[in-house]
Nanobody
């Protein structure tokens, strides 16, 4: 079992920045690829970013590419999502997730564990 707890969400103005954190506990964090997803009410959860466990390769959704950066600190069992140049359309509930697959997975079904989510609101 892996427990995931997100933090760092909040209210930010358009063009601002925010860093989300996801702390993991339980089984070996370094053996899991970690992803970030987001979901709006009434919509499907969508992929945002992923980082693999072995080589730290990353992939991003086109909508966030160049603005968001995913990283991980295996010593702290934590994955981060640095979000910059935020737009109102980035407003969402953000989830982190853990996958035992060592590749750049973007589909929800590839993830074994999920956090409870942290709300990000981009508004002036």
């Amino acid at each position: 079992q892996v427990q995931l707890v997100e933090s760092g969400g909040g209210l930010v103005q358009p063009g601002g920045s925010l860093r989300l954190s996801c702390a993991a506990s339980g089984r070996t964090f370094s053996s899991y690829s970690m992803g970030w997803f987001r979901q709006d009410p009434g919509k499907e959860r969508e992929f945002v970013a992923v980082i693999t466990w072995s080589l730290g390769r990353t992939a991003y959704a086109d909508s966030v590419k160049g603005r968001f950066t995913i990283s991980r600190d295996n010593a702290k069992n934590t994955v981060y999502l640095q979000m910059s140049s935020l737009k109102p359309e980035d407003t969402s509930l953000y989830y982190c997730a853990a996958s035992s697959r060592d590749n750049l997975v973007s589909r929800l079904s590839a993830y074994d564990y999920w956090g409870q989510g942290t709300q990000v609101t981009v508004s002036s």
